[in-house]
Each structure stands twice: as C-alpha cells, then as structure tokens.
T-cell receptor, first 111, second 112 residues
C-alpha cells in the first residue's frame, strides 16, 4: 500500500500490550479534539473525540486523555492487535473552524 | 449509508495539464473539506465548502480551486500541474463545519 509518511515517529509494541500515542496541540483555545486512524491505502478513519470540558473519554478498547494545562492529548489502545497497525493523527478544532491535523504517529504491532 | 466517495482513485497526468477531482459526501452532510497528503508534509488543508460557499482556505497557490454544488457534491481543480502536486488528495465530509469529518479513500495523483 501507499506510504502515509516516511519520517513519522514510530511506536512499536507487542501484540497484547497497551499502546499510548501522544499529541501536542497548538492552540490553547481549541475546544474539540479528534483522533483518526489511517491504514495503508485508505483515508483517515474516525476513532474517538473529546471536548475541552472533559479530560477523559473511553470507547471500545480506546481511551483519550486531554491535559489542557500542557496542551497534550493522548490515545491509549488496550490489548493492541495487529489490526491496530496504522498511522494515528490527532486533530484540533478552534472556534468551529477547520480541523488542524498533527503530523501523525506510526504504530507497529509485532507478534 | 454510503461513505464518502472520491473519483477517480488513481490519476496520472503530465506537467502543465489540469485535473479535476470529484467528491460525493455522505448523504445529509453539507460540509466538504479537501486535503493534500504527501510523505513529507503530512495532511495539509486545502479548502472547505459549506452550502456551496468556500468557508476556509489553506495556504495553497491559486492553481488549486474548488467548488460545491447544490447537492453538496464537490470538485477540486488543479491547473498547470507541477511535479510537486503529486500526492494523495483526500476529501472529507461533515454535517456542519467543525464537526467530525469522515474521509474518502482519496485520489492518488501522479504528475510526470
């Protein structure tokens, strides 16, 4: 498949372990954040979102944590599976304006 | 409900030509955004349309343009193609501006 990014930071984890992907966002006034997953040859796929009035939100096997003090967002994936291998992007939204995407992190899951 | 559909999936052009890419949003979505994705620059915002009006524009030259039709379908056009325009062009739709964006599979443009 096509390569999304040749120089992305990479996180390598063993199957079954938990993964934590971090993202620093740029605008302290951003009030809405989204995590996307992009597999090779596909467009980004919505995973989970969180609003600035929350500091944690849980989905199925995923948890997003928001620390507004240091403008930091993290995505935790429990019991990582080979199908989780992809590039993960965070995106921030300020004042209901356009989404601003981070550079992405490549997650590699090995058996 | 069908997802975002982009056509064509692959396109090969030569320098100097122009190209038109098409995007059909999810039914009911009125906002359509376009992005350029390259290995070196990541996801870069091109423009966003809502109700046939361009609401936001990224930092791209005037060779890149777009439009949205009354049925929310959108097209983007790149004129006088350059080698550096080779990229994956992604379209995303959302109910309204600033809402969750759902992406299509993209159009892979190669400029020779």
């Amino acid at each position: 498949g096509e390569s999304v990014g040749l120089h992305l930071p990479t996180l390598s984890v063993q199957e079954g372990d938990n993964s934590i992907i971090n993202c620093a966002y740029s605008n302290s006034a951003s009030d809405y954040f989204i995590w996307y997953k992009q597999e090779s040859g596909k467009g980004p796929q919505f995973i989970i979102d969180i609003r600035s009035n929350m500091d944690k939100r849980q989905g199925q096997r995923v948890t997003v944590l928001l620390n507004k003090t240091v403008k930091h967002l993290s995505l935790q994936i429990a019991a990582t599976q080979p199908g989780d291998s992809a590039v993960y992007f965070c995106a921030e939204n300020y004042n209901t304006d356009k989404l601003i995407f981070g550079t992405g992190t490549r997650l590699q899951v090995f058996p | 409900k069908a997802g975002v559909t982009q056509t064509p999936r692959y396109l090969i052009k030569t320098r100097g030509q122009q190209v038109t890419l098409s995007c059909s949003p999810i039914s009911g979505h009125r906002s359509v955004s376009w992005y350029q994705q390259t290995p070196g620059q990541g996801l870069q915002f091109l423009f966003e349309y809502f109700s046939e009006t361009q609401r936001n524009k990224g930092n791209f030259p005037g060779r890149f343009s777009g439009r949205q039709f009354s049925n929310s379908r959108s097209e983007m056009n790149v004129s006088t193609l350059e080698l550096g325009d080779s990229a994956l062009y992604l379209c995303a739709s959302s109910l309204v501006v600033g809402d969750i964006q759902y992406f299509g599979a993209g159009t892979r443009l190669s400029v020779l």
